[in-house]
Nanobody, 118 residues
Framework: QVQLVESGGGLVQAGGSLRLSCAASRRSFGNLVMGWVRQVPGKEREVVAAIWTASSTYYLDSVKGRFTISRDNAKSTVYLQMNSLKPEDTAVYYC????????????WGQGTQVTVSS
């Protein structure tokens, strides 16, 4: 079983920054694709960013140039640095994980709230 715990959410003003962290099960972390997924009530979930190697990443178009995903396998932790935040970034952000080759994310954290005020 993979356990994920997010932290780092909060309330910031537009243009500000936050850094989200996700601590994962150490034994399996290196074999996982890690992602950050956000959800607003009434809207579909969005995969904001994902990483499977240090240089292999994915970003949602609307966050490119503003968000950066990274991972530290030795610490079994994935990060999401969010800069130039906008009110439309307000959502619950979930850390998610899947194994290479799997079609969807099977492991989820409980989420952390990010609120960006105008």
């Amino acid at each position: 079983q993979v356990q994920l715990v997010e932290s780092g959410g909060g309330l910031v003003q537009a243009g500000g920054s936050l850094r989200l962290s996700c601590a994962a099960s150490r034994r399996s972390f290196g074999n996982l694709v890690m992602g950050w997924v956000r959800q607003v009530p009434g809207k579909e979930r969005e995969v904001v960013a994902a990483i499977w190697t240090a240089s292999s990443t994915y970003y949602l178009d609307s966050v490119k140039g503003r968000f950066t995903i990274s991972r530290d396998n030795a610490k079994s932790t994935v990060y999401l640095q969010m800069n130039s935040l906008k009110p439309e970034d307000t959502a619950v952000y979930y850390c998610a994980a899947k194994r290479m080759g799997e079609d969807r994310y099977y492991y989820w954290g409980q989420g952390t709230q990010v609120t960006v005020s105008s």
